[in-house]
């Protein structure tokens, strides 16, 4: 059975996750192929698109993009780029969309190429070096792009050769694990991480854990997962009154063996008395590639591509302003439309604000005109957000507090399940999709796109409502 460097990773992160993938598909629970997964597909090839004419440029190089290595003990791997050196040496390139070399648990790209670097070296194929292919995070794209200035070619050769016997056993182990006919089901590997970083098969593997468990605590540090774990404690209503833990995680505990949500009306109250209306609900929609679209942006820069604006009078009277870039363009278009759908006076009222911060401050960067109008914006911002981290506790949120944990909960009524577009992820791909249609097809996006983004601002009006009823009592 053949294992892949994505099977590698799979393995490094769940063995019986990788087990049941290869062994009983028909039993794994396959997701579907996620947008963000899939943009991540499309950037490798956009990068490795810009190492090409790279190397196309440098005379007398010769380069072999995914050749491919197979052993005789089953590995197997496809090099993104090979090139045959002076004096019958090989230098193999790993390309990534990143903007940096990675080594955290998620992405350890040095990991990643050394399972390349064995995989043909057991092929027959020596290897003399090793590099990560990056994106350089200070470029910032004025006209055609420059490869030479976009890439970054980081020697890892010292760094695969450090881990590289540590690798080979593990990818042996792995290859040891494919041969097994039948596997003890009973618990994974992941029941001591975050679920963040559960495998997709948790719940085949674990099916006794509740929901909500301690896996719902919001920031649970590893030594205490362990500690919890270790005491077989995993369903919150087990977790002792007395067990030492954060104000915000004590409030989840609470609100799970009471039934009911931990509401701090004061908090509630102080929270709301800074506002001042009119109250102007804020959500930006935003687009970022890893290969610069448009000048003056960098990878993985972010832009607003459109925005909904709610806006709630003292009197209750409530008012919906839009806009949505149909081309392939900075934000000054919507900057100005923004300029004139706001006025000096009031609150502005975002959810997660920080994001909708950083762009305003990009924003005033790119356009000094509007810098003062986006700086101000900034100072009269509030966060709705924080009023469920502290003052509105309730188990059902599931650990988050992201709006799209909190309105089930708090209005039921309302639910973004109708919609083509579900997040921010599909909304970037949407509007990617948009602006390369014409016709009815870019028509019907925009609709899609429109009314996700007016859904997060009334959404935000309804909590904003709910909070005050309770702050009136």
Known sequence: MQLTKTDFIQYLNCPKSLWLLKSAPDEYPHGEFSVFLQKLTREGYEVERYVRRFFERSVGRNVDFQRAFEAADGLYARADALEELGGGGTALYEIKS?????????HNHIKDACFQVICAERAGQQINSVSLV??????????????????????????????????????????ELLREIELDRSGCSCLHKSRGNHCD??????????????????????????????????????IPDDYALTANQTGVVQAAKSGAPIINLEGIRAFLAAFSFPLYFLDYETYASAVPLLDRTSPHKHFPVQYSLHVLHADGALEHYEYLEREARLPDRLAA????????????????????????????????????????????????????KANYVDARFDGSTSIKKVLPVICPELSYKEFDVQDGATAMDAWQKMIASNGDEANRMARNLL????LDTFAMVEIYRFLSKLAAM
């Not at 990143?98 to 998620?106: C, E, H, W």
């Open 451 to 454: 009314s996700y983004c007016k």
């Open 134 to 175: 990056h994106l350089n995070g200070k470029y910032e794209r004025m006209g055609d792009i420059d490869p030479e200035e976009l890439l970054v070619f980081e020697d890892v050769t010292e760094r695969v050769r450090e881990i590289e016997s540590d690798t080979a056993i593990e990818m042996d182990q792995a290859l």
């Open 337 to 388: 439309q923004l300029n004139a759908d706001i006025s000096s006076e009031g609150s502005i009222v975002s959810w997660h604000a920080s994001f909708e911060r950083t762009q305003n401050k990009e924003m005033a960067r790119l356009f000094p005109e509007y810098a003062a109008f986006l700086t101000d914006l900034n100072e009269r911002m509030a966060d709705l957000e924080e009023v469920f």
């Open 98 to 106: 990143s903007t940096s070399v990675k080594t955290d648990d998620a």
């Open 201 to 238: 098969t948790f719940a085949l593997f674990n099916p006794a854990i509740p929901n909500p468990s301690i896996y719902s605590l919001p920031r649970l540090s590893a030594k205490k997962r362990a500690e919890l774990i270790a005491n077989g404690i995993f369903d919150l209503l087990a």
